[in-house]
């Protein structure tokens, strides 16, 4: 397991890539991402402005320089490398979902595996509307002594 306290929030992303498509491949890792994403737009009005309209030698291409520079550059990131790859055509989307927190819980710990899976968080209401009752009265001096108390526990 990785200690995931000094990481930000963009590396314990790219660790929680590699670990979900080193655990269920490439297509189990969209697989479980999908079920969590939302999405929005147009992709089928925008897919040639995003994309272009590249050969299969141009996106093979993308793809070997993507792994090179992320060997490359993965000097801050341990690699991620004993787990097994499965095959995720015969799972179910509740068997991806649990492999793939499974794997993200092994690698990045439940708190990295919990600041992974927020990025999935759906927000919904207005804080602005929302905040005094979410709130209270609470004073500046009680949020430090909250923020102190929570590093305490760590």
């Known amino acids: 397991m990785i200690d995931v306290s000094n990481l930000t929030q963009t590396q314990i992303q790219q660790l929680g890539i590699d670990t979900l498509s080193l655990t269920l491949g490439p297509a189990g890792m969209g697989l479980f991402m999908h079920q969590f994403d939302l999405g929005s737009g147009d992709y089928t009005r925008d897919r040639d402005e ?23 550059s993965s000097d801050v990131l341990p690699k991620v490398t004993n787990m097994k790859m499965l ?19 092994k690698t990045l710990g439940h708190a990295g595996m919990a600041r992974f899976m927020q990025q999935f968080e759906m927000s919904s209401g207005d804080y602005t509307r929302d905040r005094d009752q979410i709130l209270g009265d609470i004073t500046l001096e009680e949020i430090f002594v909250s923020i102190e108390d929570g590093r305490q526990q760590l």
């Not at 309209?53 to 090179?68: G, H, L, S």
Request: aromatic share 0%.
């Open 50 to 72: 995003i994309l272009g309209n590249p050969t299969i030698e141009q996106i093979v291409a993308r793809i070997k320089e993507r792994r090179i520079s992320q060997v490359e």
């Open 87 to 105: 095959d995720v055509t015969k799972l179910s989307q509740a068997e991806i979902r649990r492999l793939g927190v499974e794997a993200l819980t």
